[in-house]
Nanobody
Framework: QVQLVESRGGLVQAGGSLRLSCAAS????????MGWFRQAPGKEREFVAA????????YYADSVKGRFTISRDNAKNTGYLQMNSLKPEDTAVYYC????????????????WGQGTQVTVSS
């Protein structure tokens, strides 16, 4: 397992942009798939995006496709989520997750999770 720490989120106006980062400890991060999830108040946690350990494959929820971009820098043990054209419905606590099996990450069954960071989009 790896330990994950998300960067501070923030408050942004609708239409704005924000980039989240997820710093991982441990030398195994480069061999782990990673993903981002979010949970809005009163709602279940939902998948946002995932990326393979090489960075060659990525997947997105339909709700963020074309607006969010997931990436990673294995040399820095860090993953990123670039969020553009933000909408009020993107308001949530965002979590990063990592594990060796890509499917485990994509399905929300990863063994390593960050503590979460609040993103608030005002209208």
């Amino acid at each position: 397992q790896v330990q994950l720490v998300e960067s501070r989120g923030g408050l942004v106006q609708a239409g704005g942009s924000l980039r989240l980062s997820c710093a991982a400890s441990g030398r195994t991060f480069s061999s782990y798939a990673m993903g981002w999830f979010r949970q809005a108040p009163g709602k279940e946690r939902e998948f946002v995006a995932a990326i393979s350990w090489t960075g060659s494959s990525s997947y997105y929820a339909d709700s963020v496709k074309g607006r969010f971009t997931i990436s990673r820098d294995n040399a820095k043990n860090t993953g990123y989520l670039q969020m553009n054209s933000l909408k009020p419905e993107d308001t949530a606590v965002y979590y990063c997750a990592a594990d060796a099996p890509f499917a485990a990450v994509q399905l929300g069954h990863a063994r390593s999770w960050g503590q979460g960071t609040q993103v608030t989009v005002s209208s």
